[in-house]
Structure formats: structure tokens, C-alpha cells
């Protein structure tokens, strides 16, 4: 089957949807994840504490927020992208017949 530039366009577009999607659910994963941090950091507001609360409680539980908040998108990206790479690439386990 020859590639068109209507198909690339189209595994493109999928692909890009895909890695937004991810990069969603993600996100969604790492403000519970963040939020959970705080309630068990123990900030007075919990889940509705502010940056500045945080800060005045912590300054590591502020840095580690921010690093789960840019690191788990990034990984579901990347966990996206490496789903779909496995699943459009042959097997490599197999080798090819050879013509007899």
C-alpha cells in the first residue's frame, strides 16, 4: 500500500490528537497527585491552599509540585508515543521467510 500525503496527514493529525490526549489525562493525574501531596504535607487548606500557602509550609513541597506537574504529562506523552510506536512497527522477534 503506497503512503499518500492524505494518509500522512491523517496518522499525523491522529498522532498529534493522541499525545494531547495524553498530555490531558496526565495533567489530570498530577493535580490529584499534587493536591493529595498537600493534604498529606500537611498545608492548612489542603486541597484549596494556594502556591503562597504552600511556600509558607514548604518550599520543597512547592518544587516537588511543580516537578510532578510538568513530569507526569510529559511522561503519559511519552507513554502514548511509545504505545503507538509499538503497535505500527513489525514484530522484530520474527524473521522474514526465505524464498525457496
Given amino acids: 500500500m503506497s ?3 492524505t494518509r500522512d496527514l491523517r ?3 491522529a498522532t498529534a490528537v493522541l499525545h494531547a490526549a495524553g498530555a490531558v489525562a496526565g495533567l489530570a ?3 490529584v497527585v499534587t493536591l493529595n ?4 504535607a500537611g498545608v492548612e487548606d489542603g486541597y ?3 502556591p503562597a500557602q504552600v511556600l509558607e509550609r514548604s518550599v520543597w513541597v512547592l518544587i516537588v509540585d511543580v516537578v ?4 507526569v504529562p510529559v511522561l503519559a506523552v511519552a507513554l502514548v508515543l ?8 513489525p514484530d522484530r522477534g520474527t524473521s522474514p521467510s526465505p524464498d525457496v
Avoid: N
Fill in 3 to 5: 503512503t499518500t500525503p
Fill in 11 to 13: 496518522r499525523g493529525l
Fill in 29 to 31: 493525574i498530577a493535580i
Fill in 37 to 40: 501531596l498537600h493534604i498529606f
Fill in 48 to 50: 484549596m491552599a494556594t
Fill in 68 to 71: 510532578i506537574l510538568i513530569a
Fill in 82 to 89: 511509545r504505545l503507538r510506536r509499538a503497535r505500527h512497527e
